[in-house]
């Protein structure tokens, strides 16, 4: 059974930046980011593709998010810029340990974080 521990987040004022960082305690084919907001569904945040690196962003994501490896093996960090009161959630680390290309499905992906709180708030 894969672990993910995950930190970071916290309580953040809007148009601040935090970042959340995942380690995985095997190797996998591709990490993502996954978010649930309150009262709503899990929504895919950021996928990074493990041996060529291909990283891929939402819609509401791209170009406030970046997706990278970590400095620890097999591990992630999303750093997150000019936060709004509606990036609040918690957000899920995932883990995929093989496939066929890319995913932003949470099907895809084999085992979970605990998840983290973010809050943007005044």
């Known amino acids: 059974q894969v672990q993910l521990v995950e930190s970071g987040g916290g309580l953040v004022q809007p148009g601040d930046s935090l970042r959340l960082s995942c380690a995985a305690s095997?190797?996998?084919?591709?990490m993502a980011w996954f978010r649930q907001a309150p009262g709503k569904e899990r929504e895919w945040v950021s996928t990074?593709?493990?041996?060529?690196?291909?990283?891929y962003y939402g819609d509401d994501f791209r170009g406030r998010f970046t997706m990278s490896k970590g400095d620890a093996q097999n591990s992630i960090t999303l750093q997150m810029t000019n936060l709004r009161p509606a990036d609040t959630g918690v957000y899920y680390c995932?883990?995929?340990?093989?496939?066929?290309?890319?995913?932003?499905?949470?099907?895809?992906?084999?085992?979970w974080g605990q998840g983290i709180q973010v809050t943007v708030s005044r």
């Open positions: 095997a190797v996998p084919y591709g």
């Open positions: 995932a883990f995929r340990s093989k496939g066929w290309g890319p995913s932003n499905s949470a099907a895809d992906y084999d085992a």
């Open positions: 990074i593709s493990w041996v060529a690196e291909g990283k």
